[in-house]
């Protein structure tokens, strides 16, 4: 049965990266602006400094440098000694968008298998979960979908008129190699990779539950349904840090998440509170860190739930100072450096263990070369 996504209470094309692909001066530009004249200024002052990512692009490339790129995870580092000058990375930054397209359109393609395998809700939620890790995955949960999850229109402008009953979530690790690395440009290699790992496994999880017999929707970076971090916190992937994305307890946000939703019968998983809040309220590190002083303040209240604030405009305005997406509060945060996971799974109960997180990990940092 088709659902209309009517109740919904978010709308893609706010986002950022939807009002920046707008052209100035076009149609659809004026559109956008006369319905939300208070984001203007600020698009328009990060539309006049070229944009979010203006890297420098000079130098040429040989045959030969690029025949030598085999951009693996596991030969990374021998992918950066090749990097010699700003082409031979944006190469392989410029690989990632259309890869995604490509594993969103071959998903779009494929139909459900017409004969529906039945398993009972629990057996099918874990059997998923395993196939997503094998798959790539670091982190799986389940959520149930409401209208109210969804965006009116994708980023694209096309409205979402299929509500699912329930959404996927899945998170894979960043290298903490590359991260470590921010704000370098080695910060967006690990950022790419991570939406083209994200796409990957979402596509042939996506598939698997077709040949199930059951329809899906893959959301992708270039194609969302739905706000994913609200439906992480859900699923149990972790909680919304003072850096404004999801922080988990494994892998801190040194993450990109994915989702498929479905109408397959699934168990599904309960919020998990670590205790981030309070620990954020101590730390603040990517606060402290961040160069824009995007997120600075005290959190505000919103649906009975403290939300730290975040400037975006700030945040974008350095990208583009920086000429990469930044990720100083990736790489700021304790949970993004593997801290002790006894000490994070009891430290919602036994504060004080918070105070040793910090402490080893300014100790881990101190100790810390990078090359
Ligand atoms: S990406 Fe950089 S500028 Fe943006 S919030 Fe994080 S640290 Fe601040
Ligand atoms: S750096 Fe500290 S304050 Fe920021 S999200 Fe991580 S734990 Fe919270």
């Given at each position: 049965m088709t659902k209309e996504a009517s109740a919904a209470a978010h709308d893609g094309r706010d986002t950022l990266f939807a009002r920046l692909d707008l052209v100035?001066?076009?149609?659809?530009?004026?559109?956008?602006?006369?319905?939300?004249?208070?984001?203007?200024?600020?698009?328009?002052?990060?539309?006049?400094?070229?944009?979010?990512?203006?890297?420098?692009?000079?130098?040429?490339?040989?045959?030969?440098?690029?025949?030598?790129?085999?951009?693996?995870?596991?030969?990374?580092?021998?992918?950066?000694?090749?990097?010699t000058d700003e082409a031979l990375?944006?190469?392989?930054?410029?690989?990632?968008?259309?890869?995604?397209?490509?594993?969103?359109?071959?998903?779009?393609?494929?139909?459900?298998?017409?004969?529906?395998?039945?398993?009972?809700?629990?057996?099918?939620?874990?059997?998923?979960?395993?196939?997503?890790?094998?798959?790539?995955?670091?982190?799986?949960?389940?959520?149930?979908?409401?209208p109210g999850d969804y965006y009116s229109h994708r980023r694209s402008g096309e409205p979402v008129t299929r509500v699912f009953r329930s959404a996927i979530v899945f998170a894979v690790e960043m290298s903490r190699n590359l991260i470590d690395r921010a704000p370098r440009r080695e910060t967006l290699l690990a950022t790419c990779n991570g939406y083209v790992d994200a796409a990957r496994a979402g596509a042939r999880l996506s598939g698997f539950i077709k040949s199930l017999g059951y329809e899906t929707s893959l959301n992708t970076m270039v194609r969302y349904d739905i706000p994913l971090v609200p439906v992480a916190e859900r699923a149990g992937l972790g909680q919304r840090g003072r850096c404004h994305f999801i922080v988990t307890p494994e892998f801190g946000n040194r993450v990109r998440l994915g989702a498929i939703l479905t109408d397959l019968p699934l168990q599904t998983d309960s919020p998990r509170d670590f205790g981030l809040l309070e620990f954020c309220a101590l730390c603040g590190r990517c606060a402290v860190s961040c160069p824009g002083k995007a997120l600075s303040g005290q959190p505000a209240i919103i649906n009975d739930r403290p939300r730290w604030r975040f400037d975006e405009i700030k945040c974008f305005t350095t990208w583009t100072e920086y000429a990469t997406d930044c990720g100083i509060c990736i790489a700021a945060c304790p949970f993004s450096r593997n801290p002790d996971p006894a000490k994070v799974a009891y430290m919602k109960e036994q504060p004080?263990?918070?105070?040793?997180?910090?402490?080893?990990?300014?100790?881990?940092?101190?100790?810390?070369?990078?090359p």
């Open positions: 100035a001066g076009s149609v659809r530009y004026q559109e956008y602006y006369r319905r939300r004249p208070e984001l203007k200024p600020g698009d328009d002052s990060l539309r006049n400094r070229g944009g979010l990512m203006r890297l420098v692009v000079g130098g040429g490339l040989t045959v030969e440098q690029l025949q030598a790129l085999h951009p693996r995870p596991d030969e990374v580092t021998r992918v950066l000694d090749h990097l990375v944006q190469a392989l930054i410029d690989d990632s968008t259309p890869t995604v397209e490509e594993y969103t359109r071959a998903d779009l393609a494929r139909k459900p298998s017409p004969r529906k395998v039945q398993l009972p809700a629990a057996v099918a939620s874990t059997l998923l979960k395993e196939v997503a890790r094998f798959y790539g995955a670091a982190l799986v949960g389940v959520t149930e979908l409401t004080d263990l918070m105070w040793d997180i910090l402490r080893e990990d300014r100790q881990q940092e101190s100790q810390t070369q990078l």
